[in-house]
């Protein structure tokens, strides 16, 4: 199995574990965030809606960072390119100028 495959089976793993866990604690409960309150929701959906929220926050995160990868692969690629730009342009100065040093060797024989 390859490295994506086993996340997606350890996904799959710990969306199951979750989902029994929650089946399993059916109780109502009462939940203040912030400025909300939420009194008789079900835990089910607690642990659930944490899970989801947790799970899009690491798929965001993934996103962002794939971006900034690729962001700098690109900008490397760019320094690539300018850098055999510069040596190419040495190169051919360097072999002006030892193509120069032969005519001159040439002409006084």
Known sequence: MNKAQ???VSALIFALLVTVFA??????????????RFQEISKVLVILASTAIG?????????????????YV??????????KNRLDEVSIKEGKEKMEECGEEMSKK
Do not use: C, D, H, T
């Open 23 to 36: 089946l399993q604690n059916p109780e109502s409960i009462g939940i203040n965030f912030l400025v909300w």
């Open 74 to 83: 690109r900008q490397l690629e760019g320094e690539i390119r300018e850098l």
């Open 55 to 71: 799970a899009l926050v690491v798929i965001f995160l993934g996103i962002w960072w794939q971006f900034k990868k690729f962001m």
């Open 6 to 8: 086993v996340y997606f």
